[in-house]
T-cell receptor
């Protein structure tokens, strides 16, 4: 079974500062993928970044980077230069490998508020 | 770029009624997933299809059924609706089921059961 833990129900950050959202995971799959999604108050799920378990380098997408520490089973999302529009719920999710494990398992989410 | 289309976007039903949610994946995507997100909750996997065959099943009530058609669109049928079925229902699609293929989510259908 796969499990995602997000220990920060809410986070606050000042505009233009960087923020790290924590995510730890547990799986017995040798191969897996880790995802971060953003969900604004309007409800849509927006894909941000992906990290494969065998990727040697941390994933980056614009202002988003994923701090992947495999031995610690953590996949923290770093948002640099926060903007007011970054205020949203952020979900960490995992996908396993093989057969029935392609579904996404989500954490409980972190509500990020960016203050002006 | 084309995105996942879901219809309707909003749906209001009475208890014990039926509802059908539709999902049109991104062109050439062969895998469809359905998720249910209750108020203040994280999305929960319901069911998935790969090449028109059911590929995985999660915590989907027996009152719900789904299928993927020859044009790859999918429908989620919900019968004997209960108050607890009120939720945001997402459809996601991907090209292939594994590998570095992110799941692209549709805008969701917000179902309210009165």
């Amino acid at each position: 079974a796969q499990k995602i833990t997000q220990t920060q129900p809410g986070m606050f950050v000042q505009e233009k500062e960087a923020v790290t959202l924590d995510c730890t995971y547990d799986t017995s799959d040798p191969s897996y993928g880790l995802f971060w999604y953003k969900q604004p108050s309007s409800g849509e799920m927006i894909f941000l970044i992906y990290q494969g378990s065998y990727d040697q380098q941390n994933a980056t997408e614009g202002r988003y980077s994923l701090n992947f520490q495999k031995a610690r089973k953590s996949a923290n999302l770093v948002i640099s230069a926060s903007q007011l529009g970054d205020s949203a719920m952020y979900f960490c999710a995992m996908r396993g490998s093989g057969g029935s494990n392609y579904k996404l398992t989500f954490g409980k989410g972190t509500l990020l508020t960016v203050n002006p | 770029a084309a995105g996942v289309i879901q219809s309707p976007r909003h749906l209001i039903k009475e208890k014990r009624e039926t509802a059908t949610l539709k999902c049109y994946p991104i062109p050439r995507h062969d895998t469809v997933y359905w998720y249910q997100q209750g108020p203040g909750q994280d999305p929960q996997f319901l069911i998935s299809f790969y090449e028109k065959m059911q590929s995985d099943k999660g915590s989907i009530p027996d009152r719900f059924s789904a299928q993927q058609f020859s044009d790859y669109h999918s429908e989620l049928n919900m019968s004997s609706l209960e108050l607890g079925d009120s939720a945001l229902y997402f459809c996601a699609s991907s090209l292939g089921a594994g590998g570095p293929y992110e799941q692209f989510f549709g805008p969701g259908t917000r179902l309210t059961v009165l």
